[in-house]
């Protein structure tokens, strides 16, 4: 039985990390966890998204995963340690993967971070890139609107439109020359952010980074998968199943769907 | 007393994971060591590459450094895992971080890989790249007259762009969308290389990738540094240390080599 790599988020913003570790990493098999009945966690306190983190976790560790990942910025700024600090195998965290990233990237020095208001206040990218490139400077911006239209499907509209624009009109200002996607929901809006921010400014998903460095720490661990079997991954979600089966199919693709799912509600409080 | 990063080479060609490792992670101290007595080793035996390497890293391991990198593609080739097996801390190659870079890079799913002789012979990119995702077509090609003009400082000659024009030439009747530099002396090449394939070909650097995965071990196991203070790198060679102090001064930078350099040459056989 081929151990899988548990994947968790707030909603649905988790599938795009999802989608690149099924294209970087074909041969994994992934258990997902989406906790779409109390999305989004950006403006709830810290303690409330410890709380709920740790309970996916505890619901996710009885398939015995090789791995956990939190593929939510809001979770991974408030919740990483303890949950590293409560489990036997590696924890992988959607921050500093796109932190690296934009350390590699930038010629200017100048970065730019978008995220929700947990992630923003909590200064977790800023610090991460800080920690690594002291000389960096970095320049943040909380967008608590763009979660909820993408939990509503909304990501080509012309209402998304006027809504990133206002959000991000005057980040342009600045000499940066990439912008950390540091939301798990934003891939979703990548073409809408890259209009509104020219192509001069290379957006960095944490999305696309975090499912490399799965790679990076699976290999490091000798723990990739070695079957060559096609990998049946399982999907589940807290919440009503309709919108985030329709957002999945329209993100994965329906002949990824057409592997068994299981759709399944545990519990939560 | 920072413990360093320990980076060896067949000669100068690490100098280009040095870079990007000065870049990416600037508070890190690195201590190199340019095995410039025995290069090249693409053309040797793997036995005796084995052993070369065995040699350095009892040398290295003497500054009790944190983590090794073997920043030579042949010598992580055939060496890579007899080092792992030896060492109690970390030993990171060149190959995998590359591998996994051409892999989230192509959309094609047709990806080239150059190399020294050893490094082709051995099939370790093809292996990589297909241990992670079967379905992609590699294709291959050793230019074992790469590393000897890098050696001798030769980077833009009309001479460098001949030889590098008929190694390259009918590599681009392939819809491959990246290159991967298998070989960490190739970088210094990346000009001509670049002239040669064309904009629609991606050159993935095996050392940039190199460096940001060691920040992402680092990171992982919890030993970034955390000093405030500049750290002073040390640099060995086995051999005269006229040409590899001009190419590492001509890389580098002059303000790097400002800091407090040891030149030292430890008894070789």
Redesign the interface.
């Known amino acids: 039985m081929q151990q899988a790599i548990a994947i968790l988020d707030s909603g649905v913003g988790g599938l795009t990390v999802v989608k690149e570790v099924m294209r970087?990493?074909?041969?994994e098999k992934i258990i997902y966890f989406g906790d779409t009945a109390r999305t989004p966690y950006g403006p709830r306190p810290s303690e409330d998204v410890v709380s709920f983190t740790r309970q996916i976790v505890d619901y996710l560790i009885q398939f015995s995963p090789k791995m956990i990942v939190i593929a939510c910025n809001t979770a991974t700024a408030v919740a990483l340690e303890d949950i590293r600090s409560r489990v036997n195998i590696?924890v992988?965290g959607v921050i500093?993967?796109g932190a690296?990233?934009a350390?590699?990237a930038t010629k200017t020095g100048i970065v730019g971070v978008i995220g929700t208001d947990g992630t923003i206040r909590s200064g977790a990218y800023e610090h991460a890139l800080k920690?690594?490139?002291?000389?960096l400077q970095v320049v943040s911006r909380a967008c608590p609107d763009f979660v909820p239209l993408v939990e509503k499907g909304q990501f080509r509209t012309s209402h998304t439109y006027k809504v990133v624009e206002r959000a991000l009109y005057d980040l342009k200002d600045n000499a940066m020359d990439c912008l950390i996607l540091g939301c798990t929901h934003y891939p979703f809006l990548t073409e809408t952010i890259s209009e509104v921010m020219g192509p001069e400014v290379a957006l960095i998903s944490s999305a696309?980074e975090t499912?490399?460095?799965i790679?990076?720490?699976l290999?490091?661990s000798n723990q990739?998968a070695r079957s060559?079997e096609t990998p049946i991954h399982q999907f589940f979600c807290s919440g009503e199943p309709g919108m985030f089966r329709k957002i999945a199919q329209d993100w994965l693709g329906d002949h990824i769907l057409l592997q068994p799912v299981v759709w399944q509600s545990p519990s939560i409080s």
């Not at 970087?24 to 041969?27: M, W």
């Open positions: 970087q990493l074909p041969q590696p992988v500093h993967p690296r990233a350390i590699k920690q690594i490139a002291p000389q696309d499912a490399r460095e790679s990076t720490i290999y490091q990739l060559d």
